[in-house]
Nanobody, 124 residues
């Protein structure tokens, strides 16, 4: 059982930055692809970014490409999401997830473990 704990959310003005962190409970974290998803009120869960187990590959949603960067530190069992140039439409609860059976994916179905989420609110 992998436990994931997100942190770093908060309230920020449009154009500002935040860095989310997701700490994993297992040392086998380094074997897993990791992803970030978000869900705004009344909307479906949306893919944001994902990274391979080694950190050598990453994919992004078109809506965040060029503004967000996903990274990981396997020595610290932690994955990060650096969010720059934030917009009000980025407001959502952000979740990190671990994929234990597959490579990094845009599909939430490929992820087996999820964190509890952290709220990001961007004011205009």
């Amino acid at each position: 059982q992998v436990q994931l704990v997100e942190s770093g959310g908060g309230l920020v003005q449009a154009g500002g930055s935040l860095r989310l962190s997701c700490a994993a409970s297992e040392r086998t974290f380094s074997n897993y692809a990791m992803g970030w998803f978000r869900q705004a009120p009344g909307k479906e869960r949306e893919f944001v970014a994902a990274i391979s187990w080694s950190g050598g590959g990453a994919i992004y949603a078109d809506s965040v490409k060029g503004r967000f960067t996903i990274s990981r530190d396997n020595a610290k069992n932690t994955v990060y999401l650096q969010m720059n140039s934030l917009r009000p439409e980025d407001t959502a609860v952000y979740y990190c997830a671990a994929a234990t059976r597959s490579t990094y994916s845009r599909s939430y179905r490929e992820y087996d473990y999820w964190g509890q989420g952290t709220q990001v609110t961007v004011s205009s």
